[in-house]
Nanobody
């Protein structure tokens, strides 16, 4: 079992930046691929970014590529999402996810956090 707790959400103006954090506990953090999903009001959850257990591989959704960067610190059991040049359409609840498989992390990850709200005002 893996427990995930997100933090760092909030209200920011368009063009601003936020950094989300996801603290993991339970099973060995470094053995899991990690990622982020988001869900806007009235919309389905969508994949945002993923990173392999070592941090050597990562991928970002086209909608955030060049603006968001995923990273992890295995020594701190923590994953991050640096979000720059934020747009109103980035407004959503952001969820941290974990899965033993990097190939599955952006499909049906096993573990989910409770989510953190990000609101971008125009």
């Amino acid at each position: 079992q893996v427990q995930l707790v997100e933090s760092g959400g909030g209200l920011v103006q368009a063009g601003g930046s936020l950094r989300l954090s996801c603290a993991a506990s339970g099973r060995t953090f470094s053995s899991y691929a990690m990622g982020w999903f988001r869900q806007a009001p009235g919309e389905e959850r969508e994949f945002v970014a993923a990173i392999s257990w070592s941090g050597g591989n990562s991928r970002h959704a086209d909608s955030v590529k060049g603006r968001f960067t995923i990273s992890r610190d295995n020594a701190k059991d923590t994953m991050y999402l640096q979000m720059n040049s934020l747009k109103p359409e980035d407004t959503a609840v952001y969820y941290c996810v974990a899965d033993p498989s990097y190939s599955n992390i952006r499909r049906t990850p096993d573990y989910w956090g409770q989510g953190t709200q990000v609101t971008v005002s125009s």
